[in-house]
């Protein structure tokens, strides 16, 4: 019963084999400078990789991630909405109200907030100006 398996398997890793060997045979080789290096649309590299981020960074990524997760509920919701009716619409409005209150607490926490503060900026600029006048 399992002998179809094996041999999909088989045909699978033989095409395979074959075609790792013909780009071995056919491909090209060639050894000049910039072959090793690391190609980033044009521009040459500078300095290391491992370069410091900003924790709000990665505040704002995990933050995409959380709210782009909840897709996944909502798709899931619209495509079983004729099964679940009211009770399953109840359901999403409270999630999506906890979504937008969820939201609303971290806009007003500053946890969106990944530039310079303008009215900061604004205020170090006045101060700058009232000396010479």
Partial sequence: MLWP???YGAIVLSLVGLILGLSYVLGQRHKERATG???EGGIVSAGGARIRFSSQ???VAMLFVIFD???????AW???FRELGWYG???VAVFVLMLVVVLIYEWRNGALDFGPDGNKILAAYKKMQKPAA
């Fill in 89 to 91: 619409y109840a359901g």
């Fill in 5 to 7: 398996l094996v041999v």
């Fill in 78 to 80: 619209a495509i079983a």
């Fill in 37 to 39: 290096e690391p190609y």
């Fill in 57 to 59: 960074f990665y505040l």
């Fill in 69 to 75: 997760v909840e897709v996944v509920f909502i798709l």
